[in-house]
């Protein structure tokens, strides 16, 4: 698959995702939407994946948010397949991708960006980031999960005064909330999500897959999250990855796990 407006490649089982329009600070234009929505589809599907490391191309910005230019004209029906589209191609998929997968916030992540980043498993902050949901200075509100994601994030006071004061905040701040797990300088960026995802790669795919299955199951409104662990635990019981993971225990020995 070749891609215009992202770079996308994996090397040594980590799947690196670039969002490439620098000029408009990354915004989320249509092609970027689709095109990320292939990549986290590859993802999810390819064994060779073991996680994935999102960004945002240049030194300025993650995301500056949906393409403010492409929705101006937008009616009642446009706006409500806008919002559900992305939520279910992009914003959804990255949230139940079976592999983990890092934002690494190199810049703004404001509305769209920021609800990009909180769709990911973990977030690793630079220490120039700014980070908020200023949909309502637009007339707007956040449409791609962010009224959801940062109240689960940050607490529903605190995710209630971002929204309407569509105020910014340091990285550092959004680590003191949590809704960054790191903070640091700009150049060991990479290299901080790099190291997360190293850990994570040399640990049991299928057991990742279901522990992230199972977490996101107790967000869910009507699922029962302590029975989809208790689903996802027996599993784990038949697969090769767990008999290799105790036999390598009981062996003194690393274990080496083929997802399967
Ligand atoms: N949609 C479309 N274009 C955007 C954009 C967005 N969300 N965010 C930035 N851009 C474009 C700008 O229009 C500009 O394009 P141009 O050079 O062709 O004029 C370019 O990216 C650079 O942005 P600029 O505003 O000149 O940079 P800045 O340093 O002065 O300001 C921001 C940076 C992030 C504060 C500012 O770009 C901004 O407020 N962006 C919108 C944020 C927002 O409201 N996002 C939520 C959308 S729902």
New binding site residues.
């Given amino acids: 698959m070749t891609y215009q407006q992202i770079k996308a490649e994996v090397k040594e089982n980590i799947f690196y995702i670039t969002i490439n329009r620098e000029?408009?600070?990354n915004?989320?234009?249509k092609e970027v939407l689709t095109e990320l929505a292939t990549a986290i589809a590859f993802a999810a599907e390819n064994d060779e994946v073991r996680g994935v490391l999102l960004t945002g191309a240049g030194e300025?910005?993650f995301v500056?948010?949906?393409?403010?230019?492409?929705f101006q004209n937008y009616n009642l029906a446009e706006g409500k397949e806008l919002a559900r589209s992305g939520h279910i191609n992009v914003f959804d998929a990255i949230e139940n991708c079976p592999k983990p997968v890092v934002a690494a916030i190199n810049g703004?992540a404001?509305?769209?960006?920021l609800e990009l980043a909180m769709a990911c498993h973990i977030r690793i902050a630079s220490e120039n980031a700014?980070l908020g949901?200023?949909?309502v200075?637009?007339g707007?509100i956040?449409?791609y999960g962010g009224t959801q994601r940062l109240a689960q994030l940050v607490g529903k006071g605190r995710a209630i005064e971002m929204i309407t004061t569509a105020d910014?905040i340091t990285a550092e701040k959004a680590y003191r909330i949590g809704l960054v797990n790191e903070v640091v300088p700009q150049a060991e960026l990479i290299a901080k999500a790099e190291e997360i995802l190293a850990k994570i790669k040399q640990r049991a795919p299928l057991a990742i897959a279901s522990a992230i299955k199972a977490v996101n199951s107790g967000l869910k409104v009507g699922v029962n999250g302590f029975e989809v662990e208790i689903e996802e635990f027996a599993n784990c019981f038949q697969t090769e990855d767990f008999k290799e993971g105790v036999n390598a225990f009981l062996e003194k020995r690393k274990a080496t796990f083929k997802g399967k």
Avoid at 64 to 70: C, F, L, Q, R, Y
């Fill in positions: 000029q408009k600070l915004a989320l234009n300025k910005a500056a948010g949906a393409d403010i230019s492409e703004f404001l509305g769209g960006g700014k949901l200023p949909e200075t637009l707007l956040p449409g910014m």
